[in-house]
């Protein structure tokens, strides 16, 4: 996160924007009526140009809070981002008490965070694996997508067999698809 950290906001906005840009123009994510997203922290790529183009598609839009008790992620619509998220664990914005609960499996396309990925589409999350739980229990055609700024993508990240992989990693200069 050192080298993410250090770059400009400046590099950083202009990054985001690409990166949300080529997600919205994406196949899968214009056929899905249901997504899943996040919100940045940090020093992330900012993610909010992509949930205003899942808006202006009338998409339902999902947001994980992290249910500390289950140690797994639970999923709520939000419609207006200003009114329906606050800080939640580890400060990471989550979706508001009065959000509505959404099923997992009406997600058709998953924005997947994370630190570092690879080519074979394994990833490095933050350590408290809530999507390595999360993912495997989505619909099988559901679509695993990751958007990372150019130096996130490694060589080759640590993976185990139980670690859940993505289906394309979207830079802001290229797309790597990972066959399933």
Not at 87 to 94: H, N, Q, S, T
Not at 97 to 115: E, M, N, S
Request: proline share 4%.
């Amino acid at each position: 996160m050192g080298e993410r950290d250090a770059r400009s906001a400046r590099d950083r906005a202009t990054a985001s924007d690409a990166i949300a840009l080529s997600l919205s123009l994406r196949e899968d994510f214009a056929s899905s009526g249901t997504v899943l997203l996040t919100l940045p922290l940090g020093s992330e790529w900012d993610t909010r140009n992509l949930l205003a183009a899942a808006a202006a598609r009338d998409k339902t839009i999902a947001l994980p809070r992290v249910n500390r008790a289950t140690g797994m992620l639970d999923l709520f619509a939000i419609l207006r981002l200003d009114d329906d998220v606050i800080p939640g664990y580890r400060g990471i914005l989550e979706p508001a008490a009065h959000c509505a609960a959404i099923d997992v499996d009406r997600i058709d396309w998953v924005l997947v965070p994370g630190v570092a990925f690879d080519r074979f589409g394994h990833r490095v999350g933050y350590g408290g694996g809530f999507y390595d739980r999360l993912l495997p229990l989505l619909r099988s055609r559901a679509h695993r997508v990751a958007g990372a700024f150019d130096l996130q993508l490694v060589e080759r990240v640590p993976a185990a067999a139980h670690d859940a992989r993505i289906d394309a990693v979207i830079t802001e200069t290229r797309t790597v698809e990972i066959a399933r």
